[in-house]
């Protein structure tokens, strides 16, 4: 239930003994807070925006700091019916400075508040964003462009990869077989290449080469109690992209503890059901985790497994490298053909991922990399969106990946409220 009025010590809107809401008009004029019923009076001078002020000190909602002229500038830029909205939720209701049309609250927040009143309010609100005076500290907010970095960054990454994939092809082969010399030690740093590749890829042998039946099999292991696995594929299973394994070898150690808990004798009715309705949610995360895992494993199998394409074409390569001159010229051909099928093939892949690549920074280019000197650490808890008002006329968008960017007073104001714009 919202019903649009607004009450603390001071407020821009009152009700008339009508029932109607209504702006101070005149200073001394008298109304009612349409929160807590008491009297309130216009406050209309030169300086400050005209507001109402409750007669008597009366603090309606706890939950509403001292009103600004920050505060009252704020709300005066969205339509009248959104400002200062009374929001009733399961018989508890608090003031939303604005609530928009679309059912989003805006909240400004002018002083530090607790990581808990953070927490109650966006239980309470749901869809809501916050604008937080950030005048007083905009200095510590520390923003950098590192797109153009980035950018270089990725050039240069995939001019070494083209530089490699380009390093055997049959015209560079052509070269190193010219020279003796040259070719006995590009031999030995194939010969060692393949060795190493082949030493990663020889455990998924046993799993029929499939990342399907890894990543099945492996998840069997650790979910029955046995976490030893081929040492061979120790380097496979401790792949930085297996994000889920940690949480999901976790949940091992709840089971037991829950195992051992129901039992143990002399438990309440009351007791053991809540330890299976624990077991129910450690099931439930399991089977959750356990989807994912299976995925990331997948991913990480085939990772590996592509190398299977690389091993064929250094073979390729060693064999070319290896035949003498009297070999069939049919032979050296289909060799050279191979190989060069290869190189070009897997070119066209590096380039579609460079554009891939290039394009993703291109399209967050606007987003600025985030350091809060001297932090509100409370304000790390918050889940709803955070705008810094930086008092220039410019507001700083927080993502939720720390990277903010620049968004102008106006901008914002259209964003919320299109009408407007």
Known sequence: MYVNLFCNLIMQH??????????????????????????????????????????????????????????????????????????????????????????????????????????????????????????????????????EKHLAEIEKKYAVKRIHLKKYDSISLESIKKKPNLRTAEIQILIDNLNMLESVTAPFTIYNKNAHTFAEQIINIWQNDNLSVDPSLIKIITDDALISKNAFLRLRGDFKLNNYHLDLPGKTSSEIEQLYLERKNL?????????????????????????????????????????????????????????DYYINTNLQILEDAYIEEKNNNIKDKDKLNFIWKRERKSWLTASAQIYFDLGDGRLLYKHSDNKVIYITLSDFISRFNPADS
Request: net charge negative; proline share 2%.
């Open 283 to 339: 099931l439930a995360q399991r089977e959750s985790l356990k989807a994912l895992l299976f995925e990331e494993l997948k991913s990480v199998a085939s990772k590996y497994l592509n190398l299977e394409g690389e091993i064929t074409h250094l073979k390729n390569v060693l064999s070319f490298l290896n035949i003498e001159k009297d070999a069939s010229d049919k032979e050296l051909q289909n060799l050279k053909a191979e190989i």
């Open 14 to 147: 009152a009700i008339d003994i009508n029932g109607k809401k209504i702006r101070p008009a005149s200073s001394g004029q008298i109304a009612f807070c349409g929160f807590c019923g008491e009297k309130v009076r216009g406050r209309c001078g030169e300086i400050n925006i005209w507001h109402w002020q409750h007669i008597n000190k009366v603090d309606c909602d706890s939950w509403k700091e001292g009103e600004t002229e920050w505060h009252r500038a704020w709300k005066s830029r969205f339509p009248f019916d959104w400002q200062e909205t009374i929001i009733i939720k399961n018989g508890e209701k608090h003031i939303a400075d604005i609530f928009t049309d679309e059912g989003l609250v805006i909240e400004f927040q002018n002083s530090a508040i607790s990581p808990s009143t953070i927490a109650e309010r966006e239980k309470f609100y749901g869809k809501m964003i916050w604008v937080i005076n950030a005048e007083s500290f905009k200095n510590n907010l520390v923003t950098e462009n590192v797109s």
